[in-house]
């Protein structure tokens, strides 16, 4: 069963903006820290952004740093990534996860749950 669902995702030329949803399906999840990863096609998945329990700590990409920001909504069961001034190279399935504790990981094997991803592709 999947308990995280993404949304928001699309074609977007090179320079625009899309902002992601994941919405968990049960409170059980609504403090766990989450996790934006993501998979380039012939690539291995890769982190993005992740996000605190309660929103106040963030640990971001390189690679997106500037551009992108996680963001969550816990009243609402959510987290977002506001993607901004995209690239071509960020083009790939994006990914939410959640895991237990407080602390906001990079690392892939902290996350226990994961959604079904949303496709991203900018064109250039």
């Known amino acids: 069963q999947v308990h995280l669902v993404e949304s928001g995702g699309g074609l977007v030329q090179a320079g625009g903006s899309l902002r992601l949803s994941c919405a968990a399906s049960?409170?059980?999840?609504?403090?766990?820290?989450k996790g934006w990863f993501r998979q380039a096609p012939g690539k291995e998945r890769e982190f993005v952004a992740a996000i605190n329990w309660n929103g106040k700590n963030t640990v971001i990409s390189d690679s997106v740093k500037g551009r992108f920001t996680i963001s969550r909504d816990n009243a609402k069961n959510t987290v977002a990534l506001q993607m901004n001034s995209l690239k071509p190279e960020d083009t790939g399935v994006y990914y939410c996860?959640?895991?237990?504790?407080?602390?906001?990981?990079?690392?892939?094997?902290?996350?226990?749950?994961w959604g079904q991803g949303t496709q991203v592709t900018v064109s250039s």
């Open positions: 996860s959640a895991g237990r504790g407080r602390t906001a990981w990079s690392q892939e094997s902290y996350y226990e749950e």
């Open positions: 049960e409170r059980t999840y609504t403090y766990w820290p």
